[in-house]
């Protein structure tokens, strides 16, 4: 299989890359300068491509590698790979679902503990010394509130379990009802905001969910209410939410993802009631090479004719 | 015709540092129909000159942790009948004077529980997962330079051993099952209707943990109970929660371990001399810090002063 071209679109595990190496002729798209010229010669013999969450493979991607067979990401969203084209061409794609849904939903209540209860600006508070001269300020509870899930799919379901041991009431949206859950079901997005403190989203990203978190959804979330994204940045109007931040229409946001990472809009920096982090959702050692091992155990599984592990496509 | 009126005389309850509940609800954190409040912090009088010129003698008192009932104290109020902390702890009030005395003693119960548990358990992920040194990356606009943080530690299967499993110990653990952690706990007493693991040692449960959860009370027992032999028996990958009291954990013996990389990582809300931390905490990113505020809830804090409310 050496002689196997896989792409890797950008830098996204180094025990994955190693992995690669061993069992195929790996093409680290990123090195290159020109990047028209690096796939004009390498167009013939590149038969896989591995992306993630920031680089895919998309409609002109698919159209310069006239070899392609597979599309294997290193994630669970599929936000940017090109589905239709994959299916009208006959290329498997396959991702890294169940083996992250625990990391992200630990992260997604650690955001909620870290901004409710303002853990990041505490420890900010006793570093810069503040605290020899008084007392940090009161903070708002977590047991107990109520938390609105948009998308109760793997990750949705897995957030819902953990935030029921704080004795939250669960609500959620979903483009159906689930009929075996017992949380409470609202029909739109809004609806979910005015009835919840904390909103999660939790849905994959798509051209119906894009900006599902709009500036209605915040205003019915409100002054007392908080967004926590560990989706993709897409899903928020990131330009609406630094308003109703700024403005104090919204209680607070822990955000996971942003719209063009790195790039985070400068507004949020100084405020005490956002926390920031940079898409770390699934960034455990233990399940970045869990989801390395799938991507080689799918890539080899196809280019041995058997089944693939994870496919979508 | 003349009415006379029947003055009830109320009970008398000291407070002698505003806490901080009532610098936040003010007098209506204890208002009550069934006490009077002496407030010693607004008379520009020392202690004893101020109870002495009281014309009726006070009945109880409200402490803090930060006033402690010593003996001295005590013997300032000769008609003291109840102490209520409003803290769980009552490691600042000397009990044994308090029986000599026959005066009960009323902490604050499980009103702050939730809010402690809910802390422990936003430390222990915050130290695993990174959340308050990403969130500085980010905002310090490292994110487009240096690219990807480094990587933290799964939560699930992770083992974590509860030391003291009372009320905080309690939810601590009902909250880490849910992230499929495997919970051990160490205690005076094995707690027979507890499905978890119990060890009378807290070194061999420390030998089997990935981290260990302080929410015991500080007695002469437990005082640096977490100490050089636990440090060494949790590991290199460690990590120490401590939301009880700081004088648990031998703090000189803990910075001098997370500096030379002994442990993994340590979530701090308590401390040995507070407000004051070591300085050498502040340089490492595998630590969080937290002024004493696990139980400061705001809604933590009204449940309290419906407790003092019953309590009365």
Known sequence: MESIGVLMMCPMSSYLENELQKRFNLLRFWTSPEKSVFLETHRNSIRAVVGNAFAGADAQLINDLPKLEIVSSFSVGLDKIDLGICKDKGIRVTNTPDVLTEDVADLAIGLIIALLRRLCECDRYVRSGKWKQGDFKLTTKFSGKSVGIIGLGRIGTAIAKRAEAFSCPINYYSRTVKPDVAYKYYPTVVDLAKNSDILVVACPLSDETRHIVNRQVMDALGPKGVLINIGRGPHVDEQELVKALTEGRLGGAALDVFEKEPHVPEELFGLENVVLLPHVGSGTVETRNAMADLVVGNLEAHFSGKSLLTPVV | ?312
């Open chain 2, 1 to 312: 015709m003349t009415t006379s009126y029947i003055t009830q005389v109320l009970p008398r309850v000291l407070i002698v540092k505003r806490p901080a509940a009532m610098r936040v609800l003010g007098d209506s954190f204890v208002a009550s129909t069934k006490f009077e409040i002496v407030k010693a912090f607004e008379s520009p009088l020392p202690l004893p000159e101020f109870l002495a010129d009281q014309s009726h003698p006070v009945s109880a008192i409200i402490a803090p942790v930060h006033v402690p009932v010593t003996a001295d104290l005590i013997r300032l109020l000769p008609n003291l009948r109840l102490v209520v902390t409003t803290s769980t702890g009552v490691d600042h009030v000397d009990l044994v004077e308090c029986r000599r005395r026959d005066i009960s003693v009323a902490n604050a119960g499980s009103s702050y529980s939730e809010d402690v548990a809910d802390t422990a358990v936003g430390l222990l992920i915050d130290v695993f997962r990174r959340i308050s040194a990403a969130n500085r990356f980010v905002k310090q606009r490292l994110w487009p330079l240096k690219g990807d943080y480094p990587l933290g530690s799964k939560l699930g299967r992770k083992r974590i051993g509860i030391v003291g499993l009372g009320s905080i110990g309690s939810m601590v653990a009902t909250r880490l099952e849910a992230f499929g952690c495997q919970i051990s706990y160490s205690s005076r007493n094995r707690k027979p209707s507890v499905p978890y693991h119990y060890y009378t040692d807290v070194q061999e449960m420390a030998a089997n943990s990935d981290a260990l959860i302080i929410c015991c009370e500080l007695t002469d027992k437990t005082l640096h109970l977490i100490n050089r032999d636990v440090f060494a028996a949790l590991g290199k990958q460690g990590v120490i929660v401590n939301v009880a009291r700081g004088a648990i954990v031998d703090e000189d013996e803990l910075v001098r371990c997370l500096r030379e990389g002994e442990i993994g990582g340590a979530g701090l809300d308590v401390f040995e001399d507070e407000p004051n931390v070591p300085k050498e905490l502040f340089e490492l990113d595998n630590v969080v810090l937290s002024p004493h505020c696990a139980y400061t809830s705001l809604e933590g804090l009204e449940q309290l002063g419906n407790v003092f409310g019953l309590e009365y």
